[in-house]
């Protein structure tokens, strides 16, 4: 059976703009996006995360090198934002607990959403070295659906040898920590990957990165979602883009 | 297996800052837009003119109310009218605003057609009186009563900003206020982020952010003439864009 968005009842299509960064090389994102920081950290002492009071409206998440012996507890501290009460906190905290002995890679994320810079620091237990950063997804209000398809389109607004449209299931599997370089967030599709050769983009010409028949389930009640990556590692790959998410609530 | 979509929906609007030269503060509109007069006019003597010839407005003309009404007051609106439900197009059109003679002080009316291009103002009838006006554009879902049961924004800081916002508007009929000398004030917002985040609401080149509200449940009457605007404040002189790949994402209901 072929899912065409559009085509099969339950199907509803869900999109979003995207465009480069105005930058020579970097990250962008479409329906949510990852700030992660460049290397791992233990936390103690204590470091402050993200810019104050930039809007960030995301969670703090950690991906840890392994838990040590005897549970470690981090704290962070910020100003909280609740998008189901409507509810700013300033000064709030939330503890995360790496559990005695976790394997390494092991995906930790607070509940609450942080806006500002925050800061993290161990409260209790053994050193353990995490990535860290912020993550805000596209979670469809927190229900659990399934993903039939995608579609990016964009115009090439200019030429860039090393694109890549990258699609990410955020979930709390399928991480792994890098020493010394940002977490790798759970890989759904990637363009460069299907794509093989012919994945470069050129000024004024259009691309399209699109793959049906998908039948991934997103639980949004356990904190999953999407995320798209948009690669560039040249100047403005990536004009006018449209990312159209095939979705099936169910 | 459950099919929630007819009762829960999405509608997404992507936008960018603006490229301009010479504006100092920038604002813009997402899924609709307000372009108001900057003051008023009592359409008399003679018609006034508002718009932009063979500017593709596609919006409804509408009026605040800025004095007590003596009279019945009739403002025919004249020009090029758009029926987005039958397709047509209608070169000199017209229409009558008909404002009893009761009425209060800060009143909103607006035309049930839509205009392109220029159009014209008179009063055709009673006696004159101020108003304020401008265009209308708002998303009402098909003309249908559905009701917002929340929002997400999302976007990329591509340039420092201290002083923008966001403003989720619920256009309607009441709540207006007629500002002499100026455009009128919409209805108090649903939303606006300056508020919501009081502290962290700064841009910074280079940062993602995003603010989100699942909080509401507001009963929007598409099929009377209300909708949904979402305004956007760039904060920043000149052509600086801070906001790029943005995106505002509303959460439908068809029930409360």
Redesign the interface.
């Given at each position: 059976m072929t899912y065409r968005f559009g085509c099969l009842v339950g199907i509803t299509p869900i999109s979003f703009s995207f465009a480069s960064l105005d930058v020579g090389s970097g990250t962008n994102y479409a329906a949510g996006y990852y700030k992660h920081a460049d290397v791992p950290n233990e936390f103690n002492p204590l470091i402050n995360f993200g810019t104050a009071d930039n809007p960030y409206g995301a969670h703090l998440f950690l991906v840890s090198a392994g838990g040590g012996v005897g549970d470690t507890v981090i704290k962070v501290t910020g100003t909280s934002w609740s998008t189901t009460t409507h509810t700013r906190s300033a000064v709030d905290s939330e503890n995360i607990t790496i559990v005695s002995g976790e394997a390494a890679n092991t995906f930790h994320r607070t509940t609450k959403d942080w806006i500002g810079a925050v800061s993290i620091e161990l409260q209790s237990g053994p050193d353990v070295l995490c990535n860290y950063g912020f993550c805000n997804t596209w979670t469809n209000l927190g229900r659990a659906w399934t993903l039939k398809g995608f579609r990016a389109t964009w115009q090439g607004d200019g030429n860039d040898a090393g694109t890549d449209v990258v699609l990410y299931h955020q979930k709390s599997t399928g991480w792994t920590y890098n020493a010394g370089a940002p977490a790798d967030p759970p890989l759904l599709y990637s363009m460069q990957t299907d794509y093989n050769t012919e994945y470069e983009s050129h000024n004024d010409e259009f691309g399209c990165y699109s793959r049906e028949g998908l039948s991934v389930v997103v639980d949004a009640s356990l904190g999953e979602g999407i995320v798209a990556a948009l690669v560039q590692s040249g100047s403005r790959p990536f004009g006018n883009g449209t990312l159209m998410l095939g979705v099936f609530n169910g | 297996?459950?099919?929630?979509?007819n009762l829960?929906?999405?509608e997404?609007f992507?936008?960018?800052s603006l490229v301009v030269d010479a504006e100092t503060w920038d604002t813009f509109y997402v899924g609709g837009y307000y372009d108001f007069f900057d003051g008023n006019d009592d359409f008399s003597p003679g018609a006034v003119s508002f718009g932009t010839a063979n500017s593709p407005y596609g919006a409804h003309l509408l009026v605040v109310q800025g004095e007590a009404l003596v009279d019945e007051v009739t403002l025919k609106v004249s020009g090029t009218s758009w029926n987005d439900e039958t397709g047509v197009r209608t070169a000199g059109d017209d229409e009558d605003i008909v404002i009893g003679s009761a009425s209060p002080v800060n009143s909103y009316y607006q035309t049930t057609k839509k205009w392109i291009g220029t159009v014209t103002i008179q009063t055709a009838g009673g006696t004159a009186k101020n108003f304020n006006y401008g265009w209308c554009e708002y998303f009402n879902k098909q003309k249908h009563q559905f009701w917002l049961?929340?929002f997400?924004l999302?976007c990329?800081?591509?340039y420092s900003s201290?002083s923008g916002d966001f403003v989720v508007r619920h256009h309607k009929a009441t709540g207006w206020t007629y500002n002499a000398g100026a455009a009128p004030t919409p209805p108090t917002p649903l939303g606006r982020?300056t508020t919501?985040?009081?502290?962290?609401?700064?841009?910074?080149d280079?940062?993602?952010?995003?603010?989100?509200?699942?909080?509401?449940s507001v009963q929007i009457d598409g099929h009377d003439s209300e909708g949904l605007i979402f305004e956007v404040y760039e904060g920043v002189a000149g052509g600086d864009?801070p906001y790029?790949?943005?995106?505002i994402?509303y959460?439908l209901s068809t029930s409360a």
């Open positions: - | 297996m459950t099919y929630q979509f829960k929906s999405r997404n992507g936008f960018d049961k929340g997400r999302t990329y800081g591509d201290t982020f919501d985040y009081s502290t962290e609401n700064d841009v910074h280079g940062d993602h952010f995003s603010w989100e509200d699942q909080s509401l864009r790029i790949a943005g995106n994402e959460s």
